[in-house]
């Protein structure tokens, strides 16, 4: 008897994945090369095995492309799938294979000749592509539908590497006539195709005209469920030219909406909501020629929708957060379907949350009671997190619902008197918020709220209960009692609640002076002298000046009358939602943000053997925090301090010696703190990059002009004086840092001007700045660090202190030790995570900027070295350049400039495991390739 063919018994190709024994390579390439058929396909299972977990193979690479000259199609799949995995890295060897790729591309099986041209577009080595050309020009006229549907998906991937040639090819023109393809899968994959190319070129290469909507809509009923996704899509993007012409299309679609597939059901439910507008619906159904078809459309809609949230939790999520959109565009279509969105008692946390907010936006005063009953049972769960929303949407009801609120406040009172400690602060919260929409109307429950004063302990409470105690003080009579309770501790408290007591102090003190002066006295005391909050100091001072100076204009400020809260249950803005509609079913829709603030497309060079440049073209990344603004440098970030930094306010401590040597350095020379002459160097110092950082009108007529420099390895803050109206000669400074996320502070905290600054004179001065390390602000997890630098100057003559902010020059701290071996280079831009990249295109570049020679020397001048260059295969005129840059604190940044000879810009590619830092170091590169 034969032996069993274990190869053909079912789940047996996990034996495959067992623990490999010692010199199983040698034994491997035996196999390879044995006359056995099934000993032969067993030896490429386990090679293709050991490739899958990790193991490095590519020394079977010859070896394994020899069994590809075979008829067996189980066994060409395994070679196939060997050599796309391992073509960047033997592309040489690679090339061996096109003669097998070429004559099975006209092999009488159209398996076989699909397998090839699949490969062929999967391999991504630029000299496979010359060759891939006049099979897939075939395969598109092929016979065979099997065989066209995977060349039209090969067309995208090679206008992924080479989009010129797939331009003079005319292959997007064939991809054209394949949408008039009898089969619909090819017309499936001939519009999937057309949509990527659109989508990687930036240009709209699908054009639907009648004739292709006729043939596309043919298709749709009769390819696969994904073939319906890629056409519904494509749809979607039309602009039909009349209502008529919309409401036929919707009719053809409309059968999409009882498919099995959520994702069919998804791209019909877009293309319909897209199309209700053209028919004249741009909110609620009810106006206009089409207002009967407009409501059978809304009434149709419902259904599916209800559906989808009876499928997998994970398809409940993703049902939800589009139909947050839905209803949000039009609420008319879910508003009798408020039940099904009630939270079971088994729902995940993330789908019970998704509920909470679908609920909000459809209660309505024919549906409150029965949603505040289903709300109240919701507060009495075990979960925290849903305990806390489902309070919060109580409040949100009442400030939603006008003539409900009295019945949501009962609810909630229901709740407080539960005592349940995170219930009772929830409760807090939202009572506020009810009390900015209504004001002088529910003021009744104040005792009520005042009795659990005790078991407030997190800030956003204790904020909200203090704000109500100041708002209404005139109605409690120990109100001032109340506030000298949380006065106690007014220093451990956070920056809120602070903020908020200051503010209710002054409050009490103007309805009730005679009994509350010692109160108000002490808090401001608290305030301004012993926080090292200046959001919270300036507030302080405010306060003060007013109280100190007008009475009636502290009234008229701080107990005037306040805006009434708006209802935010709508929250998107219509051009927004507009947009995110347009893109229900795709990630846009879950995230709630446009793809372009989330994803960018890079275009990158792929790697050739150990060539410098990773990636692969058309590779997608997430910007994350990229493209972080950055404030303006003359707003200082009260809020950014924390809760500690250095006294911005106080300068009155510092010791300055009139007698202290000289920082001048006269015309603009670097002498440094100490007066000593700057050490000769070998190479010209760049000059700083210098920005107006203080206007005269907020510094006694003073200007200040400022930026950061390295000289001789000494990081230094370049300060120009200039003195505009102050009719006092500016002699001495005394400056001083606070916090900030590089530890930076003055060595020296005196700046003296010798000669004195008179009115209409300037002077240039250097301040020494040294790293320490108490001086550090942690960066936030996940958060960029911010560039900011704020800086107090005190003059001591006039005893003015004023203060500005400027954004660090991340090249100041660069070292001149910072080239690395071409090798330690390549290995560590290969261990660093791709989420740890940053991508950017720097345009509008001047002349030399695109010369890599000049910005290779520029760069230099800025502790920035190149360490490689290449062309660009297959792309003539680019050229990528690699550069490296060390920081004197120990950060390390990679970075790849792409060039192309005639355009005026380059693409920006920086790596690095200090990613807080990396934006700041990516806007380095980007600022001196700007500069002339």
């Known amino acids: 008897m034969a032996p069993k063919d274990s190869s053909a018994a079912g789940g047996s190709d996990s034996r495959f994945f067992t623990t490999q024994k010692k010199g199983e390579m040698h034994e491997l390439r035996l196999e390879l090369h044995s006359t056995d058929r099934t000993t032969k396909v067993d030896a490429v299972k386990k090679v293709i095995a050991s490739m899958t977990v990790g193991k490095d193979v590519s020394g079977l690479f010859t070896d394994v492309l020899n069994c590809v000259q075979t008829g067996n199609i189980e066994l060409k799949k395994l070679v196939y799938l060997y050599l796309i995995n391992y073509a960047k890295t033997q592309p040489e060897l690679t090339l061996l294979a096109v003669n097998t790729f070429v004559k099975d591309a006209n092999d009488p099986n159209p398996l076989i000749r699909a397998l090839a041209v699949r490969t062929m577009g999967c391999i991504r080595v630029d000299r496979i592509t010359e060759y891939l050309c006049e099979p897939l020009s075939r395969a598109l006229r092929d016979e065979d539908p099997y065989v066209r549907k995977t060349a039209a998906v090969c067309v995208a991937k090679l206008y992924d590497i080479a989009p010129d040639l797939v331009q003079e090819r ?11 393809d009898s089969n619909p899968s090819v017309v499936a994959n001939g519009v999937a195709a057309l949509s990527e190319i659109s989508e990687t070129s930036g240009r709209d290469v699908m054009k639907i005209t009648a004739s292709v909507l006729q043939k596309l809509l043919a298709a749709l009923n009769e390819c696969t469920e994904w073939g319906q996704v890629f056409i519904l899509d494509s749809l979607a993007k039309y602009t039909p030219a009349e209502a008529r012409e919309a409401e036929g299309i919707i009719e053809r679609v409309t059968p999409r909406l009882q498919h099995a597939n959520s994702a069919v059901v998804m791209s019909a439910v877009k293309v319909i909501l897209s199309y209700m507008d053209v028919m004249g619906g741009n909110a609620t159904p009810g106006g206009g020629a089409h207002a009967e078809s407009l409501r059978a459309l809304t009434r149709k809609l419902a259904p599916p929708l209800v559906t989808l949230l009876n499928s997998e939790p994970e398809i409940q999520y993703v049902a939800l957060r589009n139909i947050n959109l839905i209803v949000q565009k039009r609420p008319s279509i879910l508003e009798n379907e408020i039940k099904v969105f009630f939270c079971k008692y088994n729902d995940p946390i993330y789908v019970k949350m998704e509920k909470l907010e679908i609920i909000i936006k459809l209660v309505s005063e024919r549906n409150i009671d029965q949603v505040l009953l289903e709300l109240k049972e919701y507060a009495t769960e075990v979960d925290v997190d849903f305990v806390r929303k489902s309070v919060s949407a109580i409040g949100r009801c009442a400030v939603k619902l006008e003539r409900a609120a009295e019945r949501c406040i009962g609810v909630l009172l229901e709740l407080i008197q539960t005592k349940v400690n995170y219930v009772v602060q929830e409760s807090v919260i939202v009572i506020k918020d009810i009390f900015r929409r209504y004001p002088n109307r529910y003021e009744s429950i104040i005792a009520t709220l005042c009795d659990n004063l005790d078991t407030l302990d997190e800030p956003q409470a204790k904020a909200s209960m203090i704000w109500i105690i100041g708002e209404y003080a005139e109605r409690i009579d120990n109100a001032d009692e109340l506030l000298d309770t949380f006065l106690e501790t007014f220093e451990e408290e956070d920056p809120a609640v602070q903020l908020q007591l200051l503010t209710a102090t002054v409050k009490c003190f103007l309805k009730n002076p005679e009994e509350t002066q010692d109160m108000v006295q002490r808090v401001l005391d608290l305030a301004t002298e012993e926080s090292d909050n200046p959001d919270l100091r300036d507030r302080g001072f405010i306060y003060w000046r007013l109280l100190s100076t007008d009475p009636e204009a502290a009234k008229l400020v701080v107990l005037g009358d306040k805006p009434v809260i708006e209802d935010d249950t709508f929250r998107l803005e219509p051009n ?37 440049g990773v990636g692969d073209v058309g590779e997608e990344i997430e910007e994350g925090d990229e493209e972080e603004e950055y404030e303006d440098e003359n707003d200082v970030d009260q809020g950014s301090s924390g809760g500690g930094g250095m006294d911005l306010l106080d300068m009155g401590g510092l010791a300055v010696d009139d007698n202290a040597p000289s920082v001048n350095s006269g015309g603009g020379g670097m002498g440094d703190l100490f007066g000593a ?15 107006k950082v203080c206007a005269p009108e907020k510094s006694g007529g003073i200007e200040l002009w400022a930026g950061f420099s390295q000289v001789g390895g000494t990081v230094k803050l370049e300060l120009d004086v200039r003195n505009i109206s102050s009719n006092v000669p500016v002699s001495n400074l005394a400056i001083q840092l606070n916090k900030n996320a590089f530890g930076l502070s003055p060595a020296n905290q005196q700046v003296v001007c010798n000669p004195p600054i008179a009115m209409g004179g300037s002077g240039k001065h250097s301040v020494e700045l040294a790293s320490n390390s108490n001086m550090m602000v942690a960066v936030p997890a996940g958060q960029p ?10 003059n001591m003559t006039t005893g003015l202190v004023f203060y500005f902010a400027a954004n660090f020059a991340l090249e100041a701290l660069f070292s001149a030790d910072g080239a690395l071996e071409r090798a330690a280079f390549i290995e560590s831009w290969k261990s660093i995570d ?4 940053l991508y950017g295109t720097v345009s509008d570049l001047p002349p030399a900027a695109t010369d890599i020679d000049q910005v290779a020397a520029k760069f230099k001048m800025h502790r920035i070295f190149l360490i490689a260059r290449r062309p660009v295969p297959n792309a003539e005129g680019q050229e990528v350049a690699y550069f490296s840059m060390c920081t004197t604190t120990g950060m390390v940044f990679m970075a790849e400039l792409t060039f192309k000879k005639g355009v005026n810009a380059a693409k920006v590619c920086l790596k690095t495991e200090n990613i807080a830092f990396g934006v700041q170091a990516k806007v380095a590169l980007e600022t001196l390739l700007r500069s002339q």
């Open 834 to 837: 791709d989420k740890k990249e």
């Open 170 to 180: 005319g292959f997007i023109e064939t991809l054209h006539d394949l949408i008039s």
């Open 677 to 691: 002459p700057s050490p000769a160097s070998s190479a010209p110092e760049p000059e700083p990059r210098m920005s």
């Open 576 to 612: 927004l939602l507009n947009v995110l509609v347009g893109q229900i079913a795709t990630l846009s829709s879950i995230y709630h943000k446009p793809p372009e603030a989330f994803v960018v497309r890079a275009k990158r060079s792929p790697a050739e053997g150990g060539d410098l």
């Open 785 to 794: 660090a911010s560039p900011q630098i704020q800086v107090a100057i005190k």
